[in-house]
């Protein structure tokens, strides 16, 4: 069973889940080799008893659930990061603050073609799979246990997930990850000086210098992050101020599908199909009465990160927060802006 | 020239340096190998004409500067990730923040044989280099424009070194690093609500119930953290409350030599001779009247952190700030506990 354990300095939240490895000192390659063979991977049409129970499924509807026949499938992940059953316990070890590993840890897989990475579906499958993302989250946000929703996908790089058939997954935490919490205090901050959205001003800023931006639609801006940690790092923001993702229309949906696979193809295509991940950052759950979070349907506006895996990490980042990124911003969004 | 951007939302400073790839688009291996023979080192006796004058030497008094004999050497990195030349300029980009890159980056080579590892230096020799690590932090602390001095060591990943030589690193930098800021901010709450050094508690408790405990000495305590991010991640403390570590005395200078040497060593033979790296955390230089800093001499202690280099992160990590940790540290503990 796993355990999100606090760091006391800084306030991080660890997940300690043993049962991720087999053996805690192998590091190794993993023996298991990825399914490429569609007739064994978990994920294909056909092989719904390999997985757990379907938690949502967009199929017609004279299909049944957990047989073949849809067009987007969930599922919890097994072995899971994070449990669904239990209550919450937190508990002091001496100085130190620790929780049970309750959450929820979700695969929602993206189509049910084995061979097509995400760039290769269509406009209308990605919107579908957004949909998925949020009908998910609204599910899931009914959990008072649960404080935040993580959506994220790992292409190329992907410990744990024995298949490459291409999906998403879900990560329901009883914490806010501390990149969004940081977010929210930034987000905050500015706006408490400001009286405007940080998110709002950026946008506007970026959409009409241009000089970082990789492209835009009626309801979405890409660009490159003007501090960006990595190389060819892409936030894609909607244009019309809102922190929760889950309030997205069927309109934005399929706007945002587009740029995102436009944006994920000018990587993949410009940068010789780099490993790569993308976060979702919308607003937490159940927030609690702190004052912190009492403007935060003015302040904070969801987005979507973007991290291309360019650069094998060093310890510095790690140990120090420090970023060294070679690629000015400008010069990243520039070549990308050719890539068609 | 590289630069200093700030992130607008968190306030993290990212540096923006095209001179370290080639090509912004090229993030293959490099292709200039490694140079593993030391005929063609530049870190080697008799090669010091191959690199910038000495900064610093500790070599016999009958032995002459950017000569051979020396038993530790220390020059600028070439291309260096900030440069010394310059004021220290800050400029807005619309909404944005930048600084011009200055600062320093220097090499400090362990030892003048090529072939040994840190951990196969001699104590002696291994004390060197963490005086030397002092006399660069007290010399540079008396240069104004630079607000930290971080000292680090990669091993095994190391972009933009050419040789195999064993080396430290330091970077002088106008601002402070995310993390220590963050460490620093901590401690100081600690302090605001019980009047004691956080981490002189941590070591009170890791070194009494010694489940997470790795090694001890008089002067140090070698443990996995309580949250420790990554699987076998170790800190090492100095017991006596300090937060300079230019205040190293020799005797300490020793103790830490042997304890950073043992604690690698498991690393090395316990997990079959991983990449790692270790940073140092000490308190900032030139300290400005901010009440966030008016304790800090009681309530920051200097410490290293060892991180070894096992699993490949995802972008989970970066996107969200949330670890996910396979061995639990006390597991982690025992184990290295094992090996000598």
Redesign the interface.
């Known amino acids: 069973m796993s355990e999100l ?17 087999q053996s ?2 192998d ?2 390659e993993p023996k298991e080799a990825i399914v490429t063979d569609p007739s064994t991977c978990p994920f294909c049409q056909g092989h719904e008893h390999m997985t757990l129970p379907e938690i949502l499924g967009y199929r017609p509807p004279e299909t049944q659930k957990d047989r073949p026949g849809w067009w987007i499938r969930v599922f919890a992940n097994q072995p899971a ?1 994070l449990h669904i059953e239990g209550n919450l316990k937190r508990q002091g ?4 603050d620790m929780m049970s590993g309750i959450g929820a840890h979700e695969i929602i897989v993206d189509s049910p073609d084995h061979e097509k990475t995400y760039i290769e579906l269509s406009d209308n499958q990605v919107e579908k799979v957004i949909w998925a993302y949020r009908d998910r989250i609204i599910d899931l946000q009914k959990d008072e246990r649960f404080r935040y929703i ?1 959506i ?1 996908k ?1 292409h190329g ?3 744990g997930i024995k298949t490459s058939h291409s999906h998403s997954q879900l ?1 329901a ?1 009883p914490v806010i ?7 929210l ?3 905050k901050t ?1 706006y408490n000086y400001k009286e405007r959205c ?2 709002c ?2 946008i506007r ?1 970026e959409t009409i ?1 241009k000089d970082r931006l990789v492209e835009e639609n009626d309801h979405f801006a890409a660009f490159v ?7 060819y790092e892409i936030s894609i923001m909607p244009k019309k101020h809102e922190c929760d993702f889950s309030k997205i229309t069927k309109e934005q949906a399929m706007d945002l599908s587009k740029i995102l696979k436009s944006v994920l193809w000018k990587l993949y295509k ?3 199909k ?1 490993a ?4 979702l ?1 919308t607003c937490p759950n159940h927030v609690p009465k702190e004052t912190l979070w009492d403007t935060m349907q003015l302040d904070f506006h969801w987005h979507l ?1 973007i ?1 291309p ?8 980042e ?12 400008e ?2 969004a520039t ?1 990308l802006k050719t890539i068609n």
């Open positions: 354990r606090k760091d006391p300095i800084v306030g991080r939240w660890v997940i300690i889940d043993p049962e991720l490895t805690t000192k590091f190794s990061i070890v001496g100085m130190f993580l994220f790992n790089i992907n410990p990560l935490t990850p501390k990149a969004v919490k940081e977010e205090n930034g987000a500015h940080i998110y001003d950026i800023q210098m992050p003007f501090a960006a940690r990595f190389p410009g940068l010789d780099p790569y991940s993308f976060v950052h990160e991290i895996r360019l650069l094998k990490p060093t310890g510095l790690m140990g120090s927060g420090f970023y060294i990124n070679p690629t000015p911003p010069e990243a070549f």
